[in-house]
């Protein structure tokens, strides 16, 4: 960790430990024993949240909302820095503790966000006709389609994969899906947040009351945004005047200003924080230094730090995910069969092609020359023609434009059969391509951990892109698998 990097979170260790009382960590923790109870846990898990209590432990967190079987590749990235940074900050701080937090977004209600996932090379979707806060699901509809993923991996019996499908069967779907990312990543202490919790929403009143009965957070994001958009900078959230929803079984709908009278703190589990206000309650409940998020995330964190100043709160660090590229070893060594470097593959696929058949001394035919031949044949034969026989032009003119057809069928059966030389090839480089930026997208926005898993085994994938990951990169990573 650099020099100035250290002196920020030492700033920030300072700040929460100031502000962050002892009343808020005995509220946390037993929140954090109602929810572990009768959960599987690993004794890391327990230790991270018991060190919770004390005044020198921290947290560094990271959020993301409830996606079908995690969704794309960097939910995976976000968890495991969050991971990483808890170990650096202790060997840079060994006087304090610092414990991971995933934070589940159980409360939001974009269904359609998450119900789908893409796994060898098919959309798989969670039907559901159910509303509201996708936390707060039954998963009677998902039971269909998680038999359909365990007969993919029906060749692997005893593969973890299908321990980890009958959690998601556990209702509602907070819990299940709570459960099965603890399995995944108990063993590094990962301690996961789901703050749909009555305490934990009782404790943030101060939170709620601000939105309801005044303007000030509202107008504090405004005017941060204004002072942004000047700059050229994005502002991907839009503050309402009512930042809170209310929170019922079926249903999650905005509070508007006029009814916003009947609340009290007693109601505070009614209340949901929309996008706005969920990153100043996780501040408030957790004495979190850092958060760790993608590109739009921390674009619109950086709208927010007026509204933490109304709240007297500390705005905390904030960080972009690391992310990369994931392979295989077989997939690094036909790389470099086929002459390439891995960096090559962020070219598109037809420059890719086009590169090996120039590597292997495939030079297109000279087409062009033959043709210009063709065009003075075409242009004395019809001038002599003309000069010769006149009446006989149309005639000569339709014959040429024949030959001319016929031609061009010689030579793209010619490049057809040319090419097929090195078929095999091509198609390595198609597929490699696809798999590296699927539809010339992003590979850690598409596709999904278990398109690198296919026995089933997630864990070990996940521990050998945790052995790779490097926070302090600016550069593409690259996680080889075995």
Avoid at 125 to 141: I, L, M, P
Avoid at 370 to 375: I, K, T
Avoid at 451 to 468: E, H, K, M, V
Wanted: a negative charge.
């Amino acid at each position: 960790m650099d020099a100035q990097r250290h002196a920020l979170f030492e700033q920030q260790i300072a700040l929460k430990k100031q502000h962050f009382s002892a009343e808020n960590r005995k509220v946390l923790v037993a929140a954090f024993h109602k929810q572990y109870l009768d959960v599987n846990t690993s004794e890391k898990v327990q230790q991270n949240i018991e060190a919770l209590a004390e005044h020198n432990t921290f947290t560094v967190t990271t959020g993301h909302q409830l996606c079908l079987m995690t969704g794309p590749l960097y939910f995976i990235y976000k968890i495991l820095h969050v991971i990483k940074l808890a170990e650096e900050l202790k060997e840079e701080f060994p006087a304090q503790n610092f414990v991971p937090i995933y934070w589940m977004a159980s409360e939001d209600h974009d269904f359609e966000e998450i119900r789908s996932f893409f796994l060898f090379g098919q959309k798989w979707s969670w039907e559901s006709t159910q509303k509201g806060a996708v936390g707060r699901f039954q998963t009677s509809e998902l039971t269909p389609l998680l038999a359909q993923l365990s007969e993919k991996f029906q060749n692997h019996p005893d593969s973890e994969i299908h321990r980890l499908l009958e959690k998601l069967k556990i209702a509602p779907y907070a819990q299940g899906f709570f459960e099965f990312i603890n399995a995944l990543f108990s063993a590094y202490g990962l301690v996961i947040v789901d703050a749909d919790q009555a305490a934990l929403k009782e404790k943030a009143w101060p939170i709620w009351e601000k939105d309801l009965y005044t303007n000030d957070i509202h107008h504090a994001v405004e005017k941060q945004s204004a002072v942004l958009k000047e700059k050229g900078f994005s502002t991907p959230i839009e503050s309402k005047a009512s930042n809170l929803f209310l929170l019922d079984l079926g249903k999650r709908e905005r509070i508007e200003k006029p009814v916003a009278a009947q609340f009290i703190k007693e109601n505070s589990a009614q209340l949901s924080p929309n996008v706005v206000l969920r990153p100043i309650y996780q501040e408030w409940i957790l004495p979190n230094l850092a958060y760790v998020g993608g590109p739009s995330e921390i674009a619109y964190w950086q709208q927010l730090p007026l509204a933490f100043k109304c709240l007297t709160l500390p705005f905390p660090i904030t960080i972009q995910r690391a992310g990369g590229i994931l392979v295989q070893e077989k997939e690094i060594e036909l790389i470099h069969k086929l002459g390439f470097e891995k960096l090559d593959f962020l070219s598109d696929k037809a420059t890719l092609k086009e590169r090996y058949l120039q590597q292997v001394g495939d030079q297109m035919p000279a087409y062009v020359q033959l043709q210009e031949l063709w065009s003075a044949y075409q242009s004395s034969f019809l001038k002599m023609a003309n000069e010769e026989l006149p009446q006989e032009l149309r005639m000569v003119e339709a014959e040429l434009t024949r030959l001319q057809k016929q031609i061009e069928a010689l030579e793209q059966r010619f490049e057809k059969a040319r090419k097929a030389k090195y078929d095999k090839a091509l198609k390595q480089i198609e597929q490699l391509s696809d798999k590296i930026q699927p539809k010339g997208q992003l590979q850690e926005r598409t596709l999904n951990i278990l398109n690198f898993c296919p026995d089933g085994q997630l864990s070990s994938r996940i521990a050998a892109i945790y052995a790779q990951m490097q926070l302090n990169t600016q550069e593409k990573q690259w996680f080889v698998l075995p």
